[in-house]
């Protein structure tokens, strides 16, 4: 940590900086430039990063020199973590060389129609099967998901097509119900700053899913993972979809930078999700694959069979057909990077 | 609704759009320009807004013409609502002309820390103790507040200050508990779209003071609030306390015209928090005042004594004698406007 | 300056980037931390900020401690500075206590509908005409401006009506024109960094009125103002006009916090331009009335007597009634804040 | 265009509104809905576009149905524009298949170095060749470029490794020499909406290379491509080089979804430039091979050889071994989705 001071700081202002910093345990080392006093604080990381150092009078600005997360550093674990989705011989992997394909209705609407559904990704070379039984929805007035009824449905038929499954977890008091029915638990954008729905993600023994919040920077995304790893659960696989933008033309801003960043800060799998991030079935294809040219560890996809009958994010599901299509080509690329599905 | 066909739909593509629409018990009303033709959508509300017309192939765009929050809007309620907090004589008002002063330090630290504050904003004309009991940290291993504990020292203080409490539930399992210890309830901007926890503050009897998440337009704040009222809870006060916004030089971006873009859809008072908005105390007082010449019904400033011994927050916070003198310039501005505190 | 490098920087990376350091004429002051080393360079502040020192293999990060502008700065210029338009008792002051009155038509469309709009704002308080005779228009086929007959028009009606007037340059070879018609120069959002017309606008003896471009922070604002500073023209008036932000409901985000960062930074004058900040008749009043709350030295409001006939931004204009309503308004509020209109 | 009215708009107020549009040529439909009545105008699209028909009492909203670019668009010319860029059998191409692969300098500092580095890219595989003479510096103190000697160095370079050269023209009075020595015209994002330089531009027979503003939305770009386009100058190709975003981890944010959205919209070639849009090398090949994956129709990317002595943007230059591993990359994952550099 350094505290930069301000050019007006006074003597008096510099020695109390000082005896703040050691007063907490740690050390101070000055060091005066030409116009500004810097001091570095060395010590325990944990009571450097919480102290309010920035609220000491003459103080002009703190600027951190390490991650505040631990657990989801590389220094804590250098080598990829490859994360496993369900067991035995259809067990889906993601990270380290292994392209996790995700994919399924926004929400579990009938037995019926997530079997036809899921019948054609696991064709098409899904891994993973995902649909909604909690769906958070901004109108109180919209569909809210088929609730248990919608778990068991999910888990059926995963089992019967040889996909493991993925459902969102929105309420704390049912995350132990979602983890018996689920392979793997998703945090939702809107709940990726819920530190109480991410504790008790934490606590189970399932994947999680983390979608990176509308309005999170990396380094948030990081820190909502290094909730969830804090509590014993070391299986997250973090998931860019998008954030907010200034150009109202696609759903949000699809920030696939956001992928290499994460390869060079942890050793957690990233997932893109241009469903979300771009809520246009035309632009889809060529995020997705953007997404994996740019060493995404897996790619998530909206699927319906009849979109215009959906019971939610209808407008933004690829058809079967097409999810298809574009699972051959992002193969394709993923071959071309030197990756496997 | 309309419906705003492709140039490059076919006549069967419409005839298909008016049989979907039909179907729903919706009625459609063609148009057809020289480019395109647009569909009008007529009937109930609720089923129009569900239904996911931009998934029929041949259609371009879907564009709303009513609003899709009810009970938060001023067909619904066309006077500005007045929501009182706390009872008797000491209730502070919010809205209607009414200014409410909420004031206080981030965080409960110990009853003596909050005793001390809390007759120092009394004193400079605060209505409203706020104090965090349950803090929503970035890092799990920051100070995560005192709990029930904090509730117990925040009633004890207010009441013997003469001041109604707000202090934030951030789990659905302690909603009650918080709603006992309270006078209002904070939703904070990270849980603006927790439904979960909106739908568990909207059944409680307790004024909420909803904040603006960092990523909602002002339409999704309309929305979250229709959620609270849906259940039942019929005082929601608004707080714009900034979005994300491109410059790093502030915490967030204080986005003032939301005060009349909602006196402008709603009855429901808004308030300013510009502690959090600015994240800068040298900021805050000219977006204090900003905010009520703009029409806010309310001020929210994070006041602590010592702010650099603060265990959570403490570089935003304004020190008693700072709020004392915003305090009388929001006095002045607000009666040049026509209101009162 | 500081130089953080990187935790695996080795010894010979440390030498090598004091080295570099110290060819350039500067000196190196090294301290060595737990994790990581920090180099802070001494020395001509010129040098220190052009010298591509993030690129030195090993260096993790950069962070400058001296603002990279200076004529704007407080440490050249402690006292606010105070802009005069115009000249004998007809001049408008800006800064310094007085706020200054900009309104006018967006284009100049002729003489006599300008010489009806000028009438009536300098009936109700205004200090400066406005009109664009050339206009950035996104489209190349909308109305450009009438060009030097505007300028002709706009010189004669302010002279008619004792106002100053500030019309927009948008071209490096017609800035001596524009010079010579008007007594404040324009530089447009769009023009923020063009650093061709901000160069040529320096040379004039006319103060200039300069835009916040839409993705401009407010150092870049600043930086830009230096521009022309450095020119030798010391009369610069910044203007915030809205940024680019997520929420669509507004054309921009009023950024309200931008007054007081000036403030903090400069001794330059900063106004508020509500009407292209939002774009909303309906929102411009309270957003005029919070700029001016926050500390603005000036109100700029586009205002038209038939908006619906304009050729230029009419949506956003007010009628001459609705300004005459607002600068009542504006001036208690610069009232009760200590100013003086 | 849709004009939609307000639920409180009266029968005078709509009939006023038909009268407005009748004036103007153009026809009314008029469809009274539930709640509002909306009108389609239909008509020139030229009259309409340029209506101020918002500011009209009683209108709620207007909706355009046509975009308001022409020659840009796939109306205009269905099949994607090839564009070639230089002479015989070293030209340039970009669309259609195509990927142009730009690479060299941020500026251009001696002919010794632009030499040296113009070896190195071309064995590397680039087919074009840039750098700048005139450089668009945010502060008055930095370098601002050679000028004319810099485009003297560029040819000779150029033309000694038969590559082509793009150079950023910031000064319509340089315009004419700047199209003398080069083979591509660029504007730079901070001109994207200098309407008087695209105009220029637009006047002369060279290739222009359009970067995209940093607030500038997907049609606003269209929109400036049209300003050359319609000077008579058709062979423009776009450069999403990444938008203001909020986390200022990236000095950009990375629009690759620009792409498909530009080549659903139009038939100009766009290319991507991770170089600038990231401002991070150990960011720049992901992103680079993002773009490429989602269809760029090529690649721009700074390369130096001693980025910690460059006069300009050093910190995000790849260094000459860095960018050859980079395009064999490329020309795999080109590959893989059926294109060719």
Do not use: W
Not at 91 to 120: N, Q, T, V, W, Y
């Amino acid at each position: 940590m350094l505290i930069i001071l301000r050019e007006t700081a006074t003597d008096a202002q510099i020695d109390h900086v000082v005896q703040r910093v050691e007063t907490l345990g740690l050390k101070a080392h000055l060091s005066r430039g030409t116009y500004r006093t810097v001091i570095g604080v060395i010590g325990d990381e944990e009571i450097i990063a919480s102290a309010p150092l920035a609220a000491i009078p003459g103080v002009s600005e703190v600027v951190a020199v390490q991650p505040a997360f631990k657990l989801a550093s590389k220094t804590a674990h250098p080598e990829p973590s490859i994360v496993s989705v369900g067991k035995g011989k259809t067990a889906a992997k993601f990270g380290g060389g292994h392209i996790g394909m995700i994919a399924g209705p926004c929400a579990i609407e009938s037995a019926e129609r997530l079997d036809e559904i899921a019948g054609a990704i696991k064709a098409a070379g899904a891994t993973v099967l995902r649909g909604g039984a909690y769906k958070p929805r901004t109108s109180p007035y919209a569909f809210q998901g088929l609730g248990e009824e919608g778990l068991r449905i999910l888990r059926e038929v995963g089992d019967k097509h040889g996909l493991p499954v993925v459902t969102e977890a929105i309420d704390p008091r049912h995350v132990e119900l979602v983890a018996e029915y689920s392979d793997m638990i998703q945090l939702g954008a809107r709940n990726m700053q819920n530190f109480v729905l991410l504790t008790e993600v934490g606590k189970t023994d399932k994947p999680v899913l983390m979608k990176r919040g509308m309005a999170a920077t990396v380094k948030d995304l990081m820190m909502s993972a290094e909730y969830v790893l804090s509590q014993g659960n070391p299986n997250v696989v973090l998931c860019e979809r998008g954030v907010k933008g200034f150009d109202n033309a696609c759903r949000n801003m699809f920030d696939v930078a956001a992928v290499p960043q994460v390869h060079e800060l942890s050793h957690l799998p990233i997932i893109v999700d241009p469903s979300h991030a771009t809520g246009r079935p035309e632009l889809i294809p060529a995020c997705a694959l953007a997404g994996v040219a740019a060493g995404a560890d897996g790619v998530h996809i909206e699927v319906h069979n009849l979109p215009e009958d959906a019971m939610s994010d209808g407008p933004q599901a690829l058809l079967p057909e097409q999810y298809a299509e574009l699972a051959a080509q992002i193969k394709k690329v993923a071959e071309a990077i030197g990756k496997t599905i």
